[in-house]
């Protein structure tokens, strides 16, 4: 949704694909771009028994540390984990009523959430073809229920289309479709594509369009009961007597184009937004929470590492409480996993050798916001009939979330106000939260005329306040990766680093996972040589 015309840079790109869809259609465009890759796990790693009494030490009881913790505790290693929070899961997080929170600046919220309500301020939803996660899922047997990625029924909006007004998804979707299915039908008939379609391939070809597209018998896209049954009614199909449906008014094609609606539409087509898409029941946090139950011996909460240090014989981690500060202490093991991400290890005293130094030292982390709304009732469902899914603006909240659970409850629920990345996030973190939140209603009324009425209470993280990320997630370029990524990778003495970061599946758990599963083969490989 953007009305310039110069080409943009792959980072601006990225970054517009970003405001748009969201970090997970980015994702798929890095992957395109060749920033990123599928998922590798095929399973969990096989590691055999250790010498007896080896010894790991674990910094960070996110998914990628504890994944690991838990394999190489499977396979008879002494384990012991740090965790800067109060809380295992890292980024794995859900804010519930009562939760307190604290970021960079001093900045506290209390949020006020009635129970069963929530917000995810990190990961939100687990695609089918993320084993890895879906794995340890499973095993902590952590209940899934449904995530609607795309609701046809939700909203797509510009401040300077349609007199500001918000369209339903499905009424772009079909008329784009169907325009472009009539441009190509006249393109095919016209001959335009005798020399890459055979004769036989045209008239298939006519067939699929007219179906593709809903154009009528003319192979045109026009208002009418065809389009309708694409894009809806102004009156549905009824019973009886006054049953005729009434087609809406399709949107002509330049008014289509220079509205930019059509930007948002594309958002269920990327790889990791095509269904199936999961989320826990209760909130993303809860896979945290069983994954802490089931180390709870293995880790030691508020502990805010301040010097790794390794010696032929071993590594030392010092740390001091995250809460309280005072002494400091250490903690010794005969190798280290590091899954603290790459924004706070920077500041970290390490005696790594310079390539991973160099390779920790350059990679910055992307901006991001989420801003969670509790409303005093379900609007969006009793009076849009808006079940899940998202609606897109090119405001800097730039979407909306509905809750996926509790579907016709008479009570409150939460949306997701906000959700963006670069400018608007950057932009975000420098305002208090109360200013999020205040930014958040605005935008949203545009969309929903209901928000400031049935606002209740609301909480915004921004990513780059948050004190143990300083970030939402790596960002790496092709420069980048192709100059630093294996040395960030690679086992430097007793040290190897696990995350996202350490990952071509930046921003997702998955990415974590299988930098863990892949960290600890090679950390064993190399003890057991």
């Given at each position: 949704?953007?009305?310039?015309?110069?080409a943009?840079?792959?980072?601006?790109l990225?970054?517009?694909?970003?405001?748009?869809?969201?970090?997970a259609?980015?994702?798929h465009a890095?992957?395109e771009?060749g920033?990123?890759g599928?998922s590798?796990?095929?399973?969990?790693?096989?590691?055999g028994?250790?010498p007896?009494?080896?010894s790991v030490?674990?910094?960070?009881?996110g998914?990628?540390g504890?994944?690991a913790a838990?394999?190489l505790?499977?396979?008879?290693?002494?384990?012991?984990?740090?965790?800067y929070?109060?809380?295992a899961?890292?980024?794995?997080w859900?804010?519930y009523g009562?939760?307190?929170?604290?970021?960079?600046?001093g900045?506290?919220?209390?949020v006020?959430?009635?129970p069963?309500?929530y917000?995810?301020?990190g990961?939100?939803r687990?695609p089918?073809?993320h084993?890895?996660?879906?794995?340890?899922?499973?095993?902590?047997?952590v209940a899934?229920?449904p995530?609607?990625?795309?609701n046809?029924?939700a909203?797509v909006h510009?401040t300077?289309?349609f007199?500001?007004?918000?369209?339903r998804y499905r009424?772009?979707?079909a008329?784009?479709?169907g325009?472009v299915?009539?441009?190509?039908s006249k393109?095919t008939?016209?001959?335009?594509?005798d020399q890459?379609v055979?004769?036989?391939?045209?008239?298939i070809l006519l067939?699929?369009?007219?179906?593709?597209?809903a154009l009528?018998?003319?192979?045109?896209?026009?208002?009418?009961?065809?389009?309708?049954?694409?894009?809806g009614?102004?009156k549905?199909?009824?019973?009886?007597?006054n049953?005729m449906p009434i087609?809406?008014?399709?949107?002509?094609l330049?008014?289509?184009l220079q509205?930019?609606l059509?930007?948002?539409?594309g958002?269920g087509?990327?790889?990791?937004?095509q269904?199936?898409?999961?989320?826990?029941?209760?909130?993303?946090g809860?896979i945290g929470?069983a994954?802490g139950?089931?180390?709870?011996?293995?880790?030691?909460?508020?502990?805010?590492v301040?010097?790794?240090?390794?010696?032929?014989k071993?590594?030392?981690?010092?740390y001091i409480?995250s809460?309280k500060?005072?002494?400091?202490k250490?903690?010794?093991?005969d190798w280290?996993v590091c899954?603290i991400?790459?924004s706070?290890l920077?500041?970290?005293?390490m005696n790594?050798?310079?390539?991973m130094?160099a390779?920790?030292?350059?990679l910055?982390?992307m901006?991001?916001?989420?801003?969670?709304?509790?409303?005093k009732r379900?609007?969006?469902e009793e009076?849009d009939q808006i079940?899940?899914g998202?609606?897109y603006?090119?405001q800097?909240?730039?979407?909306?979330g509905?809750?996926?659970?509790?579907?016709?409850?008479?009570g409150?629920g939460?949306?997701?106000?906000a959700?963006?990345f670069g400018?608007p996030?950057?932009?975000?973190?420098a305002?208090?939260?109360?200013?999020?939140?205040k930014d958040?209603l605005e935008?949203?009324?545009?969309?929903h005329?209901q928000y400031k009425?049935?606002?209740?209470c609301g909480?915004a993280?921004?990513?780059?306040?948050?004190?143990?990320t300083l970030?939402?997630a790596g960002?790496?370029?092709?420069?980048?990766?192709?100059?630093?990524?294996?040395d960030?990778?690679?086992?430097?003495?007793?040290?190897?680093?696990?995350?996202?970061?350490?990952?071509?599946?930046?921003?997702?758990q998955?990415?974590?996972?299988?930098?863990?599963v892949d960290?600890?083969t090679?950390l064993?490989?190399?003890?057991?040589?």
């Amino acid at each position: 949704m953007t009305d310039r015309n110069d080409a943009p840079s792959r980072r601006s790109l990225l970054s517009m694909i970003g405001v748009v869809a969201g970090s997970a259609a980015m994702y798929h465009a890095m992957t395109e771009l060749g920033f990123a890759g599928e998922s590798t796990f095929t399973g969990p790693p096989k590691l055999g028994a250790p010498p007896p009494g080896t010894s790991v030490l674990v910094l960070g009881a996110g998914i990628a540390g504890m994944v690991a913790a838990m394999e190489l505790r499977d396979a008879g290693y002494k384990v012991q984990v740090l965790e800067y929070n109060g809380r295992a899961g890292g980024r794995n997080w859900s804010l519930y009523g009562g939760d307190t929170y604290t970021e960079l600046g001093g900045f506290t919220q209390k949020v006020g959430f009635d129970p069963g309500q929530y917000i995810n301020p990190g990961p939100w939803r687990l695609p089918y073809h993320h084993q890895g996660i879906l794995h340890y899922v499973n095993r902590l047997n952590v209940a899934l229920e449904p995530f609607t990625q795309v609701n046809y029924n939700a909203y797509v909006h510009s401040t300077t289309a349609f007199g500001g007004k918000p369209v339903r998804y499905r009424e772009v979707q079909a008329d784009f479709y169907g325009h472009v299915s009539e441009l190509l039908s006249k393109s095919t008939k016209q001959g335009a594509l005798d020399q890459a379609v055979s004769k036989q391939d045209q008239e298939i070809l006519l067939a699929a369009l007219k179906n593709w597209g809903a154009l009528d018998g003319d192979y045109k896209y026009a208002t009418g009961l065809e389009a309708g049954e694409r894009r809806g009614y102004v009156k549905d199909p009824g019973g009886g007597l006054n049953s005729m449906p009434i087609a809406g008014k399709a949107i002509a094609l330049p008014e289509l184009l220079q509205s930019g609606l059509w930007t948002a539409i594309g958002a269920g087509l990327a790889y990791d937004m095509q269904s199936a898409i999961f989320q826990p029941k209760g909130g993303m946090g809860m896979i945290g929470k069983a994954f802490g139950k089931a180390l709870e011996p293995l880790i030691q909460y508020s502990c805010k590492v301040v010097d790794i240090h390794q010696d032929e014989k071993g590594v030392t981690a010092t740390y001091i409480d995250s809460e309280k500060g005072g002494t400091r202490k250490t903690a010794t093991a005969d190798w280290c996993v590091c899954t603290i991400p790459a924004s706070v290890l920077s500041q970290i005293p390490m005696n790594v050798g310079a390539p991973m130094k160099a390779a920790i030292n350059q990679l910055p982390y992307m901006a991001a916001t989420k801003v969670g709304l509790q409303m005093k009732r379900r609007f969006w469902e009793e009076d849009d009939q808006i079940y899940g899914g998202q609606s897109y603006t090119d405001q800097p909240n730039t979407m909306i979330g509905y809750p996926m659970w509790d579907y016709f409850s008479k009570g409150k629920g939460v949306l997701l106000g906000a959700y963006n990345f670069g400018t608007p996030a950057f932009i975000a973190a420098a305002k208090p939260p109360e200013e999020r939140i205040k930014d958040a209603l605005e935008y949203g009324s545009k969309i929903h005329p209901q928000y400031k009425d049935e606002f209740e209470c609301g909480v915004a993280v921004a990513w780059h306040r948050v004190p143990w990320t300083l970030g939402c997630a790596g960002f790496w370029t092709e420069e980048s990766r192709a100059a630093h990524y294996d040395d960030l990778c690679a086992i430097d003495g007793r040290i190897v680093l696990a995350g996202e970061h350490a990952s071509r599946i930046p921003a997702w758990q998955e990415g974590a996972v299988t930098s863990a599963v892949d960290a600890i083969t090679r950390l064993h490989k190399k003890v057991m040589s």
